[in-house]
């Protein structure tokens, strides 16, 4: 079952990318820059890191999808978008994104270190996170909900396949499930108060 579970996460993740990377050449999305530049660095040290720590399973798989579709939004985002500014802020989240890629580096044989980095990766991905929110706040219509919610939902359904129930194993796909929704609450609510139809939410 465990399995199961961790193929239809990867495959919801998966699923929450094309659609937005389409949006995002059509330039009815525009992404902030530096959070997905941050969602890169993050999401390959979360990627080593979670094949490397502790019994996690197919629940692993999972990472994969972040890496890949993070890369193909940065590079669209790259070629389409007008907006492309870095703070002294978003500078230091790539310095906590680096950090966390040192840190595996360095203590990938050793169980407990190699989580400490996951742990970093973490909390640097919610700072990654903040430059969206930021923006988002000034200027919900730059952005959709729904590949925000699919990511959500691909991420709960990875908590059925982690196969050791330690804190370690936990604590990432609670994150992935819960850091996206201060994206796309924010979202729904500016489209249910403005009466957007539902498909402009895509």
């Known amino acids: 079952m465990e399995k199961f579970f ?9 699923a929450s990318y094309p659609v937005y990377i389409i949006r995002i050449w059509q330039r009815k999305i525009i992404p902030n820059l530096s959070s997905w530049t941050i969602f890169v660095l993050i999401s390959v040290a ?8 502790s019994k996690a399973g197919i ?3 999972v990472t994969l999808g972040p890496m890949a579709g993070c890369t193909a939004i940065l590079i669209i985002t790259l070629l ?7 703070t002294r802020f978003d500078i230091i989240c790539l310095i906590l994104g680096v950090l966390s ?5 360095f203590t990938k044989q050793s169980r407990e270190m190699v989580q400490f980095a996951l742990y970093i990766g973490i909390l640097a ?4 996170i903040l430059p969206s929110m930021k923006f988002l706040t000034k200027h919900p219509e730059k952005d959709r909900p729904a590949m925000w919610v699919i990511f959500s939902l691909g991420y709960f359904f990875s908590m059925f396949a982690i196969t050791e129930n330690t804190f370690a194993n936990w604590v990432l796909p609670s994150f992935m499930v ?5 994206v796309w609450i924010p979202l729904v609510k500016y489209r249910l108060k403005n009466k957007i139809p539902v498909r402009e939410w895509i």
């Not at 389409?80 to 870095?86: G, L, M, Q």
Request: with cysteine; charged share 10%.
């Open 101 to 105: 890629i040192s840190l595996w580096f």
């Open 178 to 182: 819960v850091a996206p929704a201060l």
């Open 125 to 128: 991905d919610f700072i990654g």
């Open 6 to 14: 961790g193929i239809l996460s990867a495959v919801i993740v998966l």
């Open 80 to 86: 389409r978008s007008n907006e492309k500014s870095f």
């Open 46 to 53: 979360l990627c080593l890191s979670s094949y490397s720590s």
């Open 59 to 61: 629940n692993s798989w």
